[in-house]
Every structure is written in C-alpha cells, then in structure tokens.
C-alpha cells in the first residue's frame, strides 16, 4: 500500500518544511516527490515522527482503577494501547516494577501483563514493548528478568532501589542521600514507627498488606543489603550480552551515575539533582526527564525541573512517566517558554528516545525510515492535537474534529 501525506508542514531533521512524505510497505520512501497512492490531506496540519515512550507507568490505572480494585489484564492491556495510539505514542516502553512487595507492582502481576502483552501483540495497535523496572532487592525477580530479556521485542532494563530512598535516615532530605551502597548511607531507626509508617504508607497501600505485615517484610527485605551490588552486576552483565539498553533511576549523585555508568546502564532517568545530570553530560551519557514535570512547571517533590534542564541542554528525552498526554502538552509548554526552537524540543519525544533505546529504524521523518507518524493539529497559540497516528505506515489512530 502506497500513501501520500500532502500539505502539512513536515518536521524534517534539520528544518520544516511544507513538503510531501510517501510511505509504502511501512516505510517512508519518498520526500518531496508527486502523489502516489492514496492521498492524505495534511493540510493546515504538523506531520511529525510519532513519539517514543521510554518510561510510561500510566497503564497501572487500568490494571488497578481504584484502590485495590483489579481488572482483567486482557482489558487493561487493550485499553491502555488505545491510549497510546490516540496520544500519538507510536512505540512505548511499560514501566513495568518487579518488587518484592505483593500487589500492584509484584513480581508475578508484572509478569501477567507482559505475558498478556506477547499474547494480545496481533491486536495491539502500537508497538508495546517493556522496561524491566526492578527494584535492586527484589531477588524474587531473578527468573522473570531472564525470561523477559529474551521478549520478541528487546525490552529496556531500569535499575530502582526505591527501598534505600524509604530507609535513608530521618535527618537526610530525599535528594541528598549519598550513593546508596556507600558505607556513608545513614539508615532510619528501624524502631521508629512513626516516621517508617509516614515513609511507607503508600507502599503498604499498594501491597495490600496491613502495617505489621508490611514492615515485618521490608525488615527481611533490607538484610539482602550485603548483596544487592553482586546481583546488580550479574543482572547488568546478562543484560550487556544481549544488547538490552539499561538505565538508572532518581540518580542524586554523581558517584551513583559512575556507577551504573560503569555497569553499562549509560542513561540517567530522572535524576535528581545537577551532581549526576552534569556527570552524565560528562560521561557521554543520556538523560531523561518525565514529561508532566514540564507540563506542571516543576517536579512535584523539589528535584531538577524538567524545563530548566532542557534549557541548560541537560535533557535528551521527555518520558510520558504516569500520564501519556503530557509528552505532547510538554513540547506545547516548553514551545511557549521558549525553552528551545521547536525541532529540538520535538527531538526529545522522537529521534532523542530512539537514540536511548537504540532503535535506528525510527525517531525521524527521512528515506528508509519506518514510517512511525503522528498527525498533528496545532493552531497558533492553542493546545496541540493528535488527529492521526501511524505505526510502520499502518494507521493506528485517526480523529476528525467537528470543524
């Protein structure tokens, strides 16, 4: 199948231009050349290489609506790719965590939706691939890791140790806690109930467990803490042998970022404060930051804003994190403020997360390229739209609006 998108202004690497863009056998063949094939009227319209989400955890609305309400993951896994199509995510990543903590964020729910994922892929509409969210004590996790390195399509591996950030000591601010396995990390008093039930109260919420469950499970959780650097270097040295991109996450120090740096984990995702963003600029390394830290002006617990770091030229992606609209209203705010020119700020939601997971197939608009488009409505000084998206030249999602 042949088609044409005629009259919309194409963002080009380099430039835009008001130009034609031919896609045939899912791959764009053909820039600035006659009509061929079936017409599609762009006009008045942005045509853009789709977005690329490479840490998206929004699906977790679906798998569990309200507190401790669970649907069926053949539902959530469907619903959630209608989402992507409709906001233009022509490739995402699930943010999917193995903890040790039951519940929504388990070992063995994480696999279920990653097994519904392989066994939904002929009726999904967008390529849903997996980051392997593991929380660094979770050695429950060990067998699911190998099982889902090997998925059809190659999944990304996030190092997390949201366990350490819990159990940093009560005089130690979330961003300044030291490099987690340095012998300078301070511990909470793990008989101080108070601050561990002030700490913990949503993770007890999530893991359905009542409050002395919870904690009797984090306690034998944290006597793994002598081992969790070997595991991580095994899981790391698995990963590199099979060409799995890896990252770390909430970074807030430079050592942490040569760390995993070292390790092959050469993408820093949200990092916290300058310390491991400017060691990452330094070590050659990417950086992510979430898309609705943008939208909102500002990270919601104090770190780096995503905005500033886009203007200081420490940031290479914008990750949909917990809401998928916030990639394209992002590049909206950042437009704005001009913050950058606007092809650079595309590049953060397309050809910059390409470049992180290592897909060179896709990210642009040019000849050999899969054509993974997103039909853009975008009136002056009004909020973006997506009319269409397009995956591998397929139509994935199309809208019409009433005018």
Request: net charge negative; hydrophobic share 45%.
């Given at each position: 199948m042949?088609?044409?998108?005629?009259?919309?202004?194409?963002?080009?690497?380099?430039?835009?231009?008001?130009?034609?863009?031919?896609v045939e056998d899912g791959a764009i063949v053909d820039i600035g050349g006659p009509v061929q094939g079936?017409?599609?009227?762009?006009?008045?319209?942005?045509?853009?290489?789709?977005?690329?989400?490479?840490?998206?955890?929004?699906?977790?609305?679906q798998v569990m609506p309200r507190p401790g309400v669970f649907f069926p993951m053949e539902t959530a896994v469907l619903e959630t790719d209608r989402q992507l199509a409709a906001n233009g995510i022509a490739t995402t990543y699930h943010s999917i965590t193995l903890s040790y903590e039951p519940g929504l964020r388990s070992v063995e729910r994480g696999r279920s939706m990653m097994q519904a994922i392989l066994d939904l892929?002929?009726?999904?509409?967008?390529?849903?691939?997996?980051?392997?969210?593991?929380e660094t004590f979770a050695f429950e996790a060990l067998e699911t890791l190998d099982w889902?390195?090997?998925?059809?399509?190659?999944?990304?591996?996030?190092?997390?140790?949201?366990?350490?950030?819990?159990?940093?000591?009560?005089?130690?601010?979330?961003?300044?806690?030291?490099?987690?396995?340095?012998p300078d990390f301070k511990v909470i008093d793990l008989n101080d109930a108070d601050l561990f039930a002030k700490r913990y109260r949503k993770h007890t919420e999530r893991s359905g467990l009542d409050y002395d469950d919870h904690k009797a499970l984090v306690h034998r959780v944290w006597e793994r803490r002598p081992d969790v650097v070997e595991t991580i270097h095994a899981v790391a040295t698995k990963a590199r042998a099979k060409g799995i991109p890896m990252l770390s996450h909430d970074d807030t120090q430079a050592e942490t970022r040569n760390f995993y740096h070292e390790i092959g984990a050469t993408t820093s995702e949200f990092p916290m404060t300058m310390g491991p963003?400017?060691?990452?600029r330094a070590n050659g390394d990417l950086i992510i930051f979430g898309s609705p830290n943008a939208v909102r002006g500002g990270s919601h617990i104090g770190s780096l804003g995503a905005g500033d770091m886009v203007e200081e030229g420490l940031c290479d992606v914008l990750a949909s994190d917990y809401y998928y609209p916030a990639m394209l209203a992002a590049v909206d705010r950042l437009d704005r403020e001009k913050r950058a020119d606007r092809l650079a700020l595309w590049s953060l939601i397309s050809s910059g997360p390409a470049r992180a997971m290592g897909l060179e197939d896709r990210g642009d608009i040019a000849v050999g390229k899969r054509a993974d488009l997103v039909l853009v409505d975008w009136p002056q000084e009004q909020t973006p739209?997506?009319?269409?998206?397009?995956?591998?030249?397929?139509?994935?999602?199309?809208?019409?609006?009433?005018r």
């Open positions: 042949i088609q044409t998108f005629v009259g919309a202004d194409v963002y080009l690497p380099g430039e835009i231009a008001d130009t034609t863009v031919t079936t017409l599609i009227d762009a006009r008045g319209k942005i045509l853009a290489p789709a977005l690329i989400d490479v840490h998206g955890d929004a699906f977790e609305r892929a002929p009726r999904l509409t967008v390529e849903n691939r997996f980051q392997l969210r593991w889902a390195m090997d998925a059809p399509l190659t999944p990304s591996l996030a190092f997390n140790d949201h366990l350490s950030m819990a159990m940093r000591s009560a005089d130690t601010g979330i961003q300044e806690r030291p490099f987690e396995h340095s963003a400017q060691q990452a739209a997506v009319q269409g998206t397009w995956v591998a030249g397929r139509a994935a999602y199309r809208a019409q609006s009433a």
